[in-house]
């Protein structure tokens, strides 16, 4: 919270000297279905919600960045110094279809956000704009955790219940804690 209170006051800062850019692409997931708890509430904003997630990624490196010495600053969808739409081709994470930012995973569902830094990063090569793993092998994962099949964890699920089925986690009578003492075994 001090780092957050100290960011709050620190006076606005530029991109000068800024050499390097990392982007965030954050894949949308799907929309809520009506009748679905919440969905009253956040139907229309999956855009917003991807773009977030974005910002949050980019926020947290940016500030790591900084605490390793270097300059750093995010840029999101609401707030930004760079043309995020310009960055995203420009790293070779998407390309531009009908006037549209366009990734061959995620099609336009995706949301951006990027850091700037004086940090000299190695760059990834780009995508290839016709992607061989849309074949056989990303519908099936080849060498991959994610594929076609499972991409979506909200397929299945109700967004108020997580993407994760927790509920089928094995509960236990009392919570497992933390102890800064060394345990000594006891003798009976």
Same mark, same amino acid.
């Given at each position: 919270?001090? *780092?957050?209170?100290?960011?709050?006051?620190?006076?606005?800062?530029?991109?000068?000297?800024? +050499?390097?850019?990392?982007? =965030?692409?954050?894949?949308?997931?799907?929309?809520?279905?009506?009748?679905?708890?919440?969905?009253?509430?956040?139907?229309?904003?999956?855009?917003?919600?991807?773009?977030?997630?974005?910002?949050? +990624?980019?926020?947290?490196?940016?500030?790591?960045?900084?605490?390793?010495? &270097?300059?750093?600053?995010?840029? +999101?969808?609401?707030?930004?110094?760079?043309?995020?739409?310009?960055?995203?081709?420009?790293?070779?994470?998407?390309?531009?279809?009908?006037?549209?930012?366009?990734?061959?995973?995620?099609?336009?569902?995706?949301?951006?956000?990027?850091?700037?830094? +004086? =940090?000299?990063?190695?760059? *990834?090569?780009?995508?290839?704009?016709?992607?061989?793993?849309?074949?056989?092998?990303? &519908?099936?994962?080849?060498?991959?955790?994610?594929?076609?099949?499972?991409? *979506?964890?909200?397929?299945?699920?109700?967004?108020?219940?997580?993407?994760?089925? =927790?509920?089928?986690?094995?509960?236990?009578?009392?919570?497992?804690?933390?102890? *800064?003492?060394?345990?000594?075994?006891?003798?009976?």
């Amino acid at each position: 919270m001090a *780092d957050l209170k100290d960011a709050m006051q620190a006076p606005p800062s530029g991109i000068e000297g800024h +050499t390097h850019a990392v982007v =965030f692409l954050t894949d949308m997931p799907r929309d809520p279905a009506h009748g679905e708890r919440g969905t009253d509430w956040i139907i229309g904003a999956e855009a917003q919600r991807a773009a977030l997630r974005s910002s949050e +990624t980019a926020v947290v490196l940016a500030n790591y960045i900084r605490l390793l010495g &270097w300059d750093a600053k995010a840029h +999101t969808a609401t707030s930004s110094d760079v043309d995020l739409n310009r960055l995203t081709v420009m790293t070779g994470l998407a390309v531009v279809r009908e006037g549209k930012l366009w990734n061959p995973f995620l099609g336009d569902r995706f949301g951006v956000a990027a850091l700037t830094t +004086t =940090f000299e990063v190695t760059p *990834d090569k780009p995508l290839a704009q016709d992607q061989p793993l849309l074949g056989p092998k990303w &519908w099936l994962g080849y060498r991959t955790q994610t594929s076609a099949l499972n991409k *979506d964890p909200f397929k299945h699920r109700s967004y108020a219940d997580g993407p994760h089925p =927790f509920e089928t986690l094995k509960r236990v009578e009392a919570p497992t804690t933390f102890i *800064d003492e060394p345990r000594v075994p006891r003798v009976p």
